[in-house]
């Protein structure tokens, strides 16, 4: 199933960008406003997703179609390695290691991200937090890099703002924890950067601030390669 994109019609000329595992679009958007096109593919359908959506297995379609784009990020499912699944015994399929080999067949720059409670398997991530990029919220994700592409170590602030629980209302001069059943949907969204997104959305996504930074970076990256060939 294909969506429509003006975004994409309108600017061919970017470098294109593959989002696998897209969701609801939170990598999605800061890779389009660092100045990508667009295209997520997921094997659920995606009614917010604000690009062009591909419903598809999401390592087949980067097996088959992964070389026709400049650059390629991939979100494998992170409830495997989430401390909150694991507590409540919930079993799901480890994707990593398959979408990293997948991946590596491309011969194209990618990204690779996911929770804390998949660093193990990850190699030489580098960490983003929200206050890295003026988000308030405490959300860690790692990601790593590949294809010749890489990432500075971002300097890591200290957290002296209070977090308010799991689940809980947040407290006057406290950051939002915004995973599981949280409340305050419209004040995530506001924090999070994500105002089309839903709370299972929210729950899952990475902050469009995120991925922005990134796609800077693999801009620089890709117009290096450029000028060196």
């Known amino acids: 199933m294909t969506q429509p994109n003006p975004i994409r019609r309108e600017h061919s000329h970017r470098p294109r960008l593959l989002d696998l595992f897209c969701c609801q679009g939170g990598a999605a958007k800061g890779y389009a406003d660092a100045g990508f096109d667009v295209t997520g ?11 062009t959506f591909v419903q598809a297995d999401a390592i087949a379609y980067v097996l088959e179609h992964g070389a026709e784009f400049d650059v390629i990020h991939a979100s494998p499912p992170c409830q495997h390695d989430s401390d909150c699944q694991r507590l409540q015994g919930n079993t799901h399929p480890d994707l990593i290691a398959p979408t990293r080999t997948a991946l590596k067949t ?30 308030q919220t405490y959300r860690h994700r790692y990601f790593e890099t590949g294809g010749g592409f890489t990432l500075p170590e971002p300097h890591h602030p200290a957290h002296t703002v209070p977090q308010a629980k799991m689940g ?23 924090v999070m950067g994500v105002p089309w997104m839903n709370r299972d959305g929210i729950r899952e996504c990475i902050p469009p601030a995120y991925s922005h930074w990134i796609g800077t970076h693999a801009r620089y990256s890709l117009h290096a390669r450029r000028v060196a060939a």
């Open 41 to 51: 593919v997921d094997t659920a359908p995606q009614p917010r997703y604000p690009f």
């Open 106 to 135: 491309t011969g194209r720059p990618w990204v690779l991200e996911n929770v804390r409670g998949a660093v193990r398997k990850l190699e030489r991530p580098v960490m983003l937090c929200g206050p890295m990029f003026g988000v």
């Open 168 to 190: 809980r209302p947040i407290p006057l001069g406290h950051y939002g924890q915004f995973v599981g059943n949280f409340s305050g949907v419209q004040h995530a969204r506001t």
